[in-house]
């Protein structure tokens, strides 16, 4: 039985051949015509090496085994083909299967409301339905494979390992509910952190039904650097201590300590990433422990088209806006989100409470002025904006510009920035 086997490092990035060498070892005890699923995330972690991982696999064995990908989306929007080609290479298209969250899973387990009322120190109390794409469940293939990049989250604390299947090939209710618990528990106490609430949740479901299937976990840890990315860490395993290690490294290379809250950060969005403020607002997440209160969080996005990544958590974000915790909690208690509390969960993630501003700079043919406005945040043109701060080329640091202090951040979604000496 295969269990773990990693390659890390703490200063210089793995090169491809020593990353390539640790698969090399996996893909050794693969039989011929064994049938193989992978799991892979899709293009808004683009800097994750998943594409890489993903086409190096399909290289190495379509020619011998039945291999298919399925893009882990959760509840965003499926990959163009052009998108397809530029994370996975040309990996035939008749090799992909896709993932809807509303229609194509199967119940696994239910997490009783006892555990859920432990696991959250007793703030939330109701029983979890746990599901997964019937692709994974079938049977029909031999060896199953998901494959992420173990980063900072908001909803989880450190992303992947089974939250790439229980929310990224997962159903409705547990990734309604995961959402809403990290909400109410605080965005702030959990990103960054291996053990949280709703990972506690999900470790409840791998040991009493995910260990059966037999899953082997392929996690990286990932910086950005000259707009790809740099590898410092892959592991390969089907236990619980393979995410353990990558939290620990993950820890070191992607949580950046600032000597002092910014008055003002400038985030880059790639459009070719983010075209959505439910996957934009990885900026908010990701910095607001770092901003000064009164201070000012501008986003480049000139992608931005829209709020949701489907039509329901669109019109939701239209209709409610990002208009603080405390409106949105009472709505959510008043069971105006009942069946989509995710929603809920994002516009408390996404609001700044008043403490700083939030303000898009946007393609006012995408998304105009008042349009954002009318969710809440501020906006400004794209283009005076991207004359002034420059970002392409531009790296992660401190800056002035005519007297202004700013620190600009590259890819916020590959980190989180903290403030040295603050819990």
């Not at 709703?198 to 950005?224: A, G, P, S």
């Not at 000064?292 to 829209?306: Q, R, T, V, Y």
Request: hydrophobic share 35%; glycine share 8%.
């Amino acid at each position: 039985m295969w269990r773990k086997i990693y390659a890390e490092k703490s200063e210089a990035a793995l090169a491809d051949h020593e990353w390539k060498r640790i698969l090399e070892t996996w893909i050794s005890q693969v039989k011929q015509g064994e049938k193989i699923l992978i799991l892979p995330p899709d293009i808004t972690r683009c800097y994750s090496y998943a594409g890489k991982i993903t086409a190096y696999l399909y290289e190495k064995l379509s020619g011998e085994c039945k291999v298919r990908i399925m893009p882990a989306v959760g509840t965003h929007r499926q990959m163009t083909r052009e998108e397809k080609i530029r994370f996975f290479g040309a990996i035939p298209d008749v090799c992909f299967l896709s993932h809807n969250w509303k229609n194509d899973t199967e119940d696994i387990c239910i997490v009783p409301e006892e555990i859920v009322s432990e696991a959250t120190g007793g703030t939330y109390r109701r029983a979890i339905t746990a599901e997964l794409n019937r692709n994974v469940l079938s049977g029909e293939f031999d060896r199953i494979v998901s494959i992420g990049q173990v980063v900072p989250h908001e909803v989880v604390g450190m992303a992947n390992y089974t939250k790439n299947l229980l929310v990224g090939v997962g159903g409705r209710d547990m990734i309604n509910q995961s959402h809403m618990i990290s909400a109410i528990c605080g965005i702030e106490k959990i990103m960054g952190r291996e053990n949280t609430p709703v990972r506690r949740i999900f470790d409840y479901v791998q040991k009493n039904f995910l260990d059966q299937l037999k899953i082997t976990f392929m996690l990286t840890v990932t910086c950005e650097k000259h707009q790809d990315s740099d590898l410092y860490g892959f592991y390969i395993g089907e236990e619980r201590e393979t995410f353990s290690a990558a939290c620990r490294l993950a820890e070191k290379k992607n949580i950046t300590w600032l000597p002092k809250r910014a008055k003002k950060i400038v985030t880059w969005l790639d459009p070719a990433e983010f075209g959505s403020t439910w996957v934009g607002n990885k900026a908010v997440y990701r910095t607001r422990m770092a901003i000064a209160d009164g201070g000012e969080l501008l986003i480049l996005a000139p992608g931005i088209k829209s709020f949701g990544e489907n039509e329901e958590v669109d019109s939701c974000i239209r209709k409610y806006g990002y208009s603080g915790t405390e409106t949105i909690q009472n709505a959510y208690e008043n069971g105006e989100f009942n069946g989509i509390e995710m929603a809920a969960a994002h516009l408390i993630h996404g609001s700044s409470d008043g403490r700083f501003k939030i303000t898009y700079a946007a393609d006012p043919k995408l998304m105009p002025e008042e349009i954002m406005r009318s969710v809440g945040y501020e906006w400004t043109d794209i283009g005076p904006m991207m004359k002034k701060y420059q970002p392409k080329g531009k790296e992660t640091g401190w800056y002035e510009d005519n007297g202004e202090e700013y620190y600009f951040i590259k890819a916020p979604a590959v980190g989180l920035w903290r403030v040295k000496g603050e819990a």
